[in-house]
């Protein structure tokens, strides 16, 4: 089963690779991250009508909030991509596989429910079916580790 460990392998590169890209996104420009996941951070046209009622500053404060907090999203997923490098660059593919099996169960479902919740079906599945699908991996590769001891 030497292919399930060098899928694993592959998976997770690309994987840190793209939260590295993601979370520099996030950093240079958290209105396209945060449009990447369907989420609008400036006011629109389709405000709610407590957010119309606001001025135009409390509007541009509440957006300069918003976006901050996308930018320290960022910074996390960030530093998630570079601990996978580090841990890959080490060859730990087993704390690696821990570690994406914790993320991709957590923080797809999360995603996921999230996103389904906010009526974007589409990004909810995007983000919840690939991270299912690297956690199940990572798994499989730690049952494989342990049955081989």
């Known amino acids: 089963m030497v292919y399930l460990l060098s899928t694993f392998k592959a998976v997770s590169l690309i994987f840190a690779g793209s939260a590295v890209l993601t979370g520099l996104q996030a950093l240079l420009s958290p209105l396209s991250f945060a449009r990447s996941f369907g989420l609008t951070v400036a006011p629109t046209k389709n405000a709610s009508a407590a957010t119309t009622r606001a001025s135009p500053r409390d509007q541009l404060d509440n957006?300069?909030?918003?976006?901050?907090?996308?930018?320290?999203?960022?910074?996390?997923?960030?530093?998630t991509g570079v601990t996978l490098m580090v841990f890959a660059f080490y060859g730990k593919w087993q704390e690696m596989a821990v570690i994406?099996?914790?993320?991709?169960?957590?923080?797809?479902?999360?995603?996921?429910?999230?996103l389904y919740r906010a009526g974007l079906k589409g990004n909810a599945a995007f983000h919840a079916i690939p991270g299912l699908g690297i956690a199940l991996l990572a798994s499989m590769n730690i049952s494989q580790a342990a049955a081989t001891r």
């Open 100 to 114: 994406l099996t914790i993320l991709g169960v957590l923080v797809a479902c999360t995603d996921g429910v999230l």
């Open 63 to 79: 957006a300069n909030v918003a976006l901050a907090y996308v930018s320290l999203m960022g910074v996390r997923q960030l530093a």
